[in-house]
């Protein structure tokens, strides 16, 4: 394997984060990158999409995260350099020459987003993970050309890392784990600008017990209580901030607006800037993927609130002015009544294709075993003194009781109006009482007699 | 004066904050303006432009700034209503039949605001004041319709507290002076937001010690340190922050780039979204400003990036991938060189009018007297025990360094390129070389014996 | 019930505390309580005691916690009398009537501790509780004094609050329950002055779900998380800070040495202050009691260290310099080596009655079902919208994993010295290989292959 | 000059701490020295010594401050080692030779503290500085036995840097001068467990900027406004902090308490502990001193309030209670009234001797001249990117207001009572009533017209 070196700047370049203190740009190669018009794109990008609508603060984008996910990566890369410097390959400690590869694969490793990426990927077919590895690798991009300074198979190098086929496990789990440095950074920054107290967990300590071994990175036996904290931040983070149900209400709404723009469009009945045409046409390049920004999203939805279609001008206006979905919890059982609600919701006047909508948010909050998946073989080991290794959930009643769990919640969504009481006009006065007698205590319920679910 | 009220919501609405920890939103009038599609609209609009070009968290908008500024004046007049309530008519303490008002005031202060307010108002004419008092006081808007659930005269209320011609000095000082909810919250916020902890003070503080009285608002004596804290920590944010070079590089950039679409617009050859091409065309009206924001300009500046013009397209470039113009201090002798560094500037192969700029930055961070202006006769006083009321800049010797002085800079902005060393193609070298030498410690100097200034 | 009132200070005297920002004194009883002999007295009394030998910043004493339960209790009262008002008696609602009588049990709690209590406690026969109810309601105190202003009967009822024989559960739980004012300022103080950051919770967001109901405090259910986040802060700061092998290291010690102090004084060979020996002679009263602080002992500790007798001198010495002993891990099978590694640590030099031990410290989290003890019924209840109650743990994965188990350890205490290896004299150099044997990652292990226990 | 160094640990030891995060003891002889009993001492004295009677959470100790000294001091000296190595001797750089030097000295600097250091000096003429270097030179304490593990020279180079004629700038300043590790960690530790923020600075930028030259240590240009906040912290923290007037008030009971207890030792009348028995002797030694702690002297308080001598009982009672005196400011003119005033208190029963002083505090903030004295040229600097230097209050407006001023006051003390109106007695009505004629918003003034000083 070849070292990876970049001449460290004369001067270093720092970045002021609130998060982290200070971004540091040690290397040409790094401050290239950052440079790059790739990479300055994400600036427009918000980290969490919607979630804006609900914690105001929230409008950090991945720009920052990028840069934070590199400085966790120089930072624990340095201290594995300084604390576990490898003698003789093999010996499950660190080798330094990794340090430039793993940090450039942190400050790239989510440079395939585009605005909304979970709705976008659904409904056109984009990957952003595949984005990520076309704008790294493809010669005619800006990052290539920064990384290809360094050697002309270093762009491969980081991609093979993004795309965890890099033959070091120590490096690729660094990056991609239970316990990486994306994680450590979204948790942290997420919980700082939601003002979500409850995401913050002991990054200090973390980093005095995170250490490499053979197969990746574990945990000295000191440290149990950090990691498990940890996992716990993170099962909060989801819980709280991630599935609130008004954001899940706000992309239930972006995605009916995105496909009613589709139909239109395949009509021909849709002004649209001609960015966003290439996606609904199915015709896109990397060219037109890089011109996607929340900002040209929300400059169509504008144009669409003065459209001749009553749903789309309607969707549109709600989620650019921030009119949510109401909802309520259902289960196996309860699902059965979302026929005859629909039906409610119709006879009210709205369109159920576009107004309503199941959907189910459940996180995996830890698992101790992942044979295959997007984080296979990520448990978390925690070393003993003689250094033998422990997974975490052996040690932590907490993480125990998360382990491959599921944790969430599977929500229908519905027009806030049939939850009115007393319209003026009593138009739909019955349609609305019916319809409610169906809820109870935010969830859906076949009507009978309460059982008594507790003392 | 009739009492303004607004029913109270059954179940207060709360907004997580980080600054405040929570916004509480807890009459119908206040919910339903910011429901409206006016109020909305200020997610959009970052509250510091260009600065998160320069600080990367500083990604917050309006919306929260005004939250935040409502939430401040909330807690003030509550505290107000509970320590000093007024007995009798001008006894210099506090009727609680203001709350309501002042509330919306600090909700509504900044409601006129568009995309890069400043450089906006300075091409296109627009104010921010004469349209926020338009969203307040025009039927048709939703702020409007909002209002006037409370009495068709409030509207006109909440215009004339922001407008400072309402008639009681306590409430208009609430939200404009020199100590006001409106600068509490965007020092804080901006400091949370920048990471920059020097605009840090003890809100808490303050609260402990801030009164009203007959002429407006004041401080109990024990509290001097508390204000003089706040008054530096203001001075400490314009220095560092609002006043960064690289920010008003970026602003300078925007502004020739407006500038040059103007020119290439009224020429016909520039392609244009038709909500600013009203701006371009100098018809806009109401309709067309609120559909105004970040969002829409940078979908322009994109488009701009293909510009057959290649001025147009490089600076459209430069200010979205931020390539920021270099810059020096000048001051009114070195000033006299500026035509001669342009003369270099312009053989090196940029235009002038493009590509340089002077700008200057300079704030009053106190003033003790101010019979005239945007602050007049806002000074700061300090009650004694006794009730007599002295001058902050009497009692504290940092305001009173600051009192009344001009504190910044004035600097001239020049493409970075002009500071290259050895340059490949060796071609401007030379113009480089002869440009550099009128350079010393980031500023321009004549060339001359450096003068021994110090020691 | 007579109503308690005491009249309000015309100037609101505020403390600054860096948990909770200021507590406000607003009446003369409260005033005067923290003013009397008694409550100043904690001030000599540091809240965790030898916990400052391992997380150095925890000085912080019982005064500052007595001030911050009350400082809660002040806000939670004063927040139900705003959104929770009761109506008619019975209604599940807050009675304002209760505000100051909780307030000042709030304040009064812990009155009854003096230096290192549990320790005091097991070997002089105090008890603080006892002790706290005798100095509320003797004659003879400031406290009991300051209270009698309020009405004769007010002390009595102050007493029987945190003796928790008061008949409103209201007011008993919100000074000692599973989720307490007694508690959230603990776990928020002893996670700052240690700086355990991981002991910290969202007090805000606690404080917009917790309400009364007829049995006493609960929490609304958007507010599940928030109360799970306390638990789980709670179960940290047990497990990583109240239990840490080293605190427990020196309350061993402390034990030992006055064990042995008591043995001497009995044989008249012990230098001691006059009011110590009271209760080394066991003849004490409430007035010796109130003279003992961390200081008196800690100058009895000093004069031993130049004891004849060597076992008292070191032990003094040990607690006084931080000398702790070392520990492993215990279990029901490894505690049979325990009389072994008594006899190779006597031929070693050392005294196992003094210089060894076993000490176990296990906490329940939390409890679902407490019929008795100390907790009794104070289970955590989650009130849904239609006013039903759901205990804690059937809604919270994390709690129901803690509920009703007991987390921590058992350890065996000994001489460091017994883990030298290769010690110049090699007089014990045999015996301490021998010793080491046993212990195999920081626990005692019989001699066998080790077993396969994970992997 | 000899170079200095001791064996790293196998395994770093850390240290918790809630202002700096951890403290790491690196290597053996740091180890050793905080072990020791004399360093162990320091967790028995506060800080602030009676500043927690004002500000409860100002319960920490001299142990803490002198490791935060210390970890700054290895901070700042491994950030000189990486950034700014010296290559060629007197190039101005920083030699790593000095970083366990300059690592002790920081550790130690403060060893010298006894409980009450200030008044303790003026009363029994003792030297926390010189006693300092006898601790660390002295062959019979456990420091110097620590230190001389690295050579037998390095205790008298440990106390050369301490007492400022070691011959490096660089090493003597990163301890004492006006920007040194000493005050930044005094400010920021203070500044936490008072809660008060406004004695909080930018440390990481203070850090980014701070840098070795020739004479001592400077900070780059571009971190002119982190030092200048540092200052203003610096101000405002002696201010309200140091300078409290409560806080004062305390040392001056403390002051009369040991002399009153001075004058009954003379006259055999005094029950006294031994240790304390040779301060008031006279001929106390090194082993009294390090015997020495606040509960030493609490405890000695204690008895005193049994005391036959009223005025020993009640000042000790005062100090052990908290029953500050009450005063006023007074200037040049109005002190002219205090020997009225004093005939006053006499007449209402309190002799003046003891229930008054004249107590100044004034601090000077920055001096940039300072020929002699303790800060003696320890101004500034500033360094220009040319490598010269500007000194700080040329640059800074507030710096330069600060600039050899003194800030601060002088106040009269005396007996609450005093303050009295309408006691039940009415015994000393007149006399109160006569006393306070002479006090006007917190000033003494003679009686006249009141003048109009301001507006």
Redesign the interface.
């Known amino acids: 394997m070849p070292k990876f070196t970049s001449p460290k700047l004369a001067r270093e370049v720092?970045?002021?984060?609130?998060?982290h203190?200070?971004i540091h740009l040690e290397t040409q190669v790094v401050l290239d990158v950052v440079?790059s018009?790739e990479f300055?794109?994400m600036?427009?990008i918000?980290q969490l999409g919607p979630t804006?609508?609900v914690?105001?603060?929230a409008?950090?984008?991945r720009?920052?995260h990028n840069?934070g996910v590199y400085e966790l990566a120089r930072r624990i890369s340095n201290l594995f350099t300084d604390k576990y410097p490898s003698q003789v390959p093999g010996d499950g400690l660190w080798n330094s020459d990794e340090n430039l590869l793993v940090q450039c694969a942190g400050l790239l490793h989510d440079i395939g987003h585009g605005p909304y990426s979970h709705t976008f990927e659904h409904l056109f077919g984009t990957n952003h993970e595949k984005i990520g590895q076309m704008i790294i690798t493809d010669p005619s991009t800006e990052v290539n050309q920064a990384l290809r300074q360094v050697s002309p198979s270093f762009p491969e190098a980081v991609a093979s890392v993004i795309a965890k086929t890099y033959n070091n496990p120590q490096v690729v789990k660094m990056i991609s784990s239970q316990a990486d440095a994306d994680r450590m950074d979204y948790l942290l920054r997420d919980a700082?600008?939601?003002?979500?107290?409850?995401g913050?967990?002991?990054l200090?300590r973390v980093f005095?017990v995170i250490r490499p071994y053979k197969d990746g990175i574990c945990f000295t036996?000191n440290g149990m209580?950090?990691v498990?904290?940890y996992i716990?931040s993170r099962?909060?983070m989801y819980?709280?901030i991630y599935y609130h149900r008004v954001n899940r209400s706000m992309e239930v709404i972006l995605h009916h607006l995105l496909e009613r723009a589709q139909l239109l469009y395949q009509k021909g009945e849709l002004e649209v800037?001609p960015?966003l045409a290439h996606f609904l046409a199915g015709d896109w390049t990397l060219d037109d993927y890089l011109?996607m920004?929340?900002?040209?999203?929300?400059?169509n939805f504008?144009m669409w609130t003065q459209s001749k279609d009553p749903i789309l001008a309607d969707l549109a206006?709600r989620y650019?002015?921030?009119?949510p979905l109401a909802s309520v919890k259902i289960d196996e059982e309860s699902k059965g009544l979302i026929p005859k609600l629909k039906r409610l919701i119709k006879q009210a006047g709205f369109n159920p294709d576009y107004y309503t909508d199941v959907n189910s948010a459940y996180d995996e909050p830890y698992d101790a075993y992942k044979p295959t998946g997007k984080n296979a073989n990520s448990q978390i080991e925690i070393m003993?003194?003689?250094g033998?290794?422990?997974?975490l959930s052996?040690l932590s009643?907490?993480v125990?009781?998360?382990n491959g769990?599921l944790?969430g919640d599977e929500r229908f969504f519905f027009p806030t109006a049939m939850l009115s009481r007393g319209d003026e006009t009593q138009l739909f006065d019955a349609i609305y009482e019916e319809f409610q007698k169906y809820i109870?205590?935010?969830s859906l319920h076949y009507l009978r007699r309460p059982s008594k679910?507790?003392?």
Do not use: C
Not at 14 to 19: A, E, F, K, S
Not at 192 to 198: N, V
């Open positions: 720092v970045v002021r984060d609130p998060v203190g200070y440079r018009k300055q794109r600036r427009r918000k804006a609508f914690f105001p603060g409008t950090h984008t720009f920052e840069l700082y600008f939601t003002g979500a107290s409850y913050e967990f002991d200090d005095r036996a209580h950090a498990e904290d716990v099962y909060q819980q709280q800037t960015s011109k920004d929340d900002g040209v999203m929300e400059t504008s206006s650019l002015f921030r009119k003993q003194d003689d033998s290794l422990i997974e052996h009643p907490l125990k009781a998360l769990t944790q109870k205590n935010g679910k507790n003392k």
